[in-house]
């Protein structure tokens, strides 16, 4: 398409153009399968995922780096590089293995000096004074972003409450 400027923000579509060109008019094909695992993808609403959900290695990294995000539990100093370093290690699988990690096995790693891995042990046990809409933000449900888990928290005002709701 032509785009061009029309008022202050607002672009315009001047014109699309149809191009003979066979390489940029095909169709992209999707994949089959799941690039890290080899899982085969199903399609899920409008998009193809992977349903190989903890065993799949990108998506257990996605997992832990949504849950310690800065707007989930907030732990400083995780990163995408440490959470990928940590399973490749084989020192966590799961979100809830953070809270299993100690200072010895972090020294070990390469580039995670004494002080780095208490910081980090610090920043995970303060991670579990927090909040409970960003509790439930931090558990990663389909669907549930930060303005429903706040609502969520809202209505049942303890994670007691969550648990014992009856399904609908």
């Given at each position: 398409?032509?785009i061009?400027?029309?008022?202050?923000?607002?672009?315009?579509?001047?014109?699309?153009?149809?191009?003979?060109?066979?390489?940029?008019?095909?169709?992209?094909?999707?994949?089959?399968?799941c690039?890290?695992?080899?899982?085969?993808?199903?399609?899920?609403?409008?998009?193809?995922?992977?349903?190989?959900?903890?065993?799949?290695?990108?998506?257990?990294?996605g997992?832990?780096?949504?849950?310690?995000?800065?707007?989930?539990?907030?732990?400083?100093?995780?990163?995408?590089?440490?959470?990928?370093?940590?399973?490749?290690?084989k020192?966590?699988?799961?979100?809830?293995?953070?809270?299993?990690?100690?200072?010895?096995?972090?020294?070990?790693?390469?580039?995670?000096?004494e002080?780095?891995?208490?910081?980090?042990?610090?920043?995970?046990?303060t991670s579990?004074?927090?909040?409970?809409?960003?509790?439930?933000?931090?558990?990663?449900?389909?669907?549930?972003?930060?303005?429903?888990?706040?609502?969520?928290?809202?209505?049942?005002?303890?994670?007691?409450?969550?648990?014992?709701?009856?399904?609908?």
């Open positions: 398409v032509i061009r400027r029309a008022g202050d923000v607002i672009p315009e579509v001047v014109k699309v153009v149809i191009s003979n060109d066979q390489n940029r008019s095909a169709k992209t094909k999707f994949p089959e399968r690039p890290c695992c080899g899982h085969e993808l199903v399609i899920d609403a409008t998009f193809r995922v992977c349903p190989n959900k903890w065993n799949c290695q990108d998506q257990v990294k997992m832990i780096i949504h849950f310690a995000s800065k707007h989930a539990l907030n732990i400083m100093g995780l990163g995408e590089q440490w959470v990928q370093i940590l399973i490749e290690e020192l966590i699988q799961f979100p809830s293995d953070l809270f299993k990690l100690r200072e010895e096995q972090l020294i070990h790693l390469p580039g995670m000096a002080k780095s891995a208490r910081k980090l042990i610090a920043s995970i046990q579990k004074q927090t909040t409970l809409p960003r509790f439930i933000y931090a558990l990663g449900i389909s669907d549930v972003g930060r303005a429903t888990s706040k609502s969520l928290a809202m209505y049942f005002k303890e994670l007691k409450n969550i648990l014992n709701a009856d399904l609908v």
